[in-house]
């Protein structure tokens, strides 16, 4: 009989996570934070020095939100910080490949995302309305990427992502870090908001 195979990671806190029954003692926002800032956003096809990190992109996501929800609770704003969370694990595939995947993809993305917020003082599963909220502000966080470092035209960038407001996007412009200081400043951010809950 074959022996089962291997269905968790060990992280670099020591913590084992099993990606088919996450538990929210075995996440550590180090490992989340530090794993986040080595994984590239659009399969690493941007300009710069540097990959542009979903690291990079949560935090870019997490202040977009803030501008368009300045009303919103911290936890809200936590949750938009931590929206691509379970990539640290199980890495940043691109919508086509998603697709691909099938519906399997998403029920992972699920169990880790509930398993985080968990951990981290927030539901298991935050409000709809919330979750739109934050997936607005990921669009726009998808032009900027892609006008200012993906080489899509504006108008290709209207087309896929929606045209955002002015005054949302108003003197944000995505300058690439290496990926410690992009990890510090995730790990920053995340203790800063959890304080606030």
Same mark, same amino acid.
């Given at each position: 009989m074959a022996k089962p195979a291997r269905a968790w990671q060990r992280m670099l806190s020591g913590r084992r996570l099993d990606l088919l029954d996450p538990t +929210?003692?075995?996440i550590e926002i180090e490992d989340i934070a530090h794993g986040l800032a080595f994984v590239a956003r659009w399969n690493g096809q941007t300009r710069g020095d540097f990959p542009y990190s979903v690291a990079e992109h949560s935090l870019l996501v997490e202040e977009i939100f803030g501008r368009m929800q300045p009303e919103s609770p911290p936890r809200w704003r936590l949750a938009a910080l931590l929206h691509d969370a +379970? *990539?640290? #694990?199980i890495g940043?595939? $691109?919508s086509p490949v998603k697709a691909a995947v099938g519906p399997s993809y998403g029920a992972l993305d699920e169990r880790l995302t509930a398993a985080i917020h968990l951990r981290f003082?927030?539901? /298991?599963q935050i409000? #709809?309305?919330v979750k739109k909220q934050i997936k607005r502000a990921d669009k726009v966080s998808a032009w900027l990427e892609a006008t200012? $470092? /993906?080489g899509f035209s504006e108008a290709e960038?209207?087309?896929f992502f929606g045209k955002p407001k002015p005054e949302v996007i108003d003197g944000l412009r995505i300058h690439l870090r290496p990926p410690v200081e992009v990890r510090n400043s995730?790990? *920053?951010r995340h203790t800063t908001l959890l304080a606030r809950l």
């Open positions: +929210p003692v075995d +379970p *990539e640290y #694990v940043d595939m $691109i003082g927030l539901p /298991a409000p #709809v309305s200012q $470092i /993906a960038s209207n087309k995730f790990t *920053e």
